[in-house]
T-cell receptor, first 110, second 113 residues
């Protein structure tokens, strides 16, 4: 079936360290979206990537879409306590269904 | 505030009962999605409606049903509830289909006892 795998499931980092989460699909994606869910909150849209090899930046966050449009990554530079939460990728396989990855829960050690 | 409104925010009910969760999408959004999130679990897609019609179906149990009304609000009906149905149910909306940004409501916490 059409699944999006996301690793790692959990990540604990010292404040100021970098963080990366990865998403992989067995089939080509039309586009991929990233969401952040703060503890006790709801998922909030961060960004959408559409083009092969696309790279987008939002301040300390860098999003990449693989050349084959089967994988994506989110990299946070110099993490801060406000980065705490679960980061989800969500892949669109060209149908109406947005398939979410399992999420990476980021905790920051002050 | 995403503009998506869900009620109730919290609900406690007994096994075997039936509940209805309600969602009002953002103004102008035609698509409504329902997701289930269990404790420490990811987001499981249940179903999507677009302008009143079912557009996509995910892992939705036969005991669950949904609909989108002419005013575009949606309801998720959960029947013959089991303990395992306890979860956070999110409604989300978008202007069009899944290629658009999806805006989530704050969710409805369902606890089945």
């Amino acid at each position: 079936g059409q699944q999006v795998m996301q690793i790692p499931q959990y990540q604990h980092v010292q404040e100021g360290e970098d963080f990366t989460t990865y998403c992989n699909s067995s089939t080509t994606l039309s586009n991929i979206q990233w969401y952040k869910q703060r503890p006790g909150g709801h998922p909030v849209f961060l960004i959408q990537l559409v083009k092969s090899g696309e790279v987008k930046k939002q301040k300390r966050l860098t999003f990449q879409f693989g050349e084959a449009k089967k994988n994506s990554s989110l990299h946070i530079t110099a993490t801060q306590t406000t980065d705490v939460g679960t980061y989800f990728c969500a892949g669109n396989f060209g149908n109406e269904k947005l398939t979410f990855g399992t999420g990476t829960r980021l905790t920051i050690i002050p | 505030d995403s503009g998506v409104t869900q009620t109730p925010k919290h609900l406690i009910t007994a096994t075997g009962q039936r509940v209805t969760l309600r969602c009002s999408p953002r103004s102008g959004d035609l698509s409504v999605y329902w997701y289930q999130q269990s404790l420490d679990q990811g987001l499981q897609f249940l179903i999507q409606y677009y302008n009143g019609e079912e557009r996509a179906k995910g892992n939705i149990l036969e005991r669950f049903s949904a609909q989108q009304f002419p005013d575009l609000h949606s309801e998720l009906n959960l029947s013959s509830l089991e303990l395992g149905d306890s979860a956070l149910y999110f409604c989300a909306s978008s202007v069009g289909g899944a290629g658009n940004t999806i805006y989530f409501g704050e969710g409805s916490w369902l606890t089945v006892v």
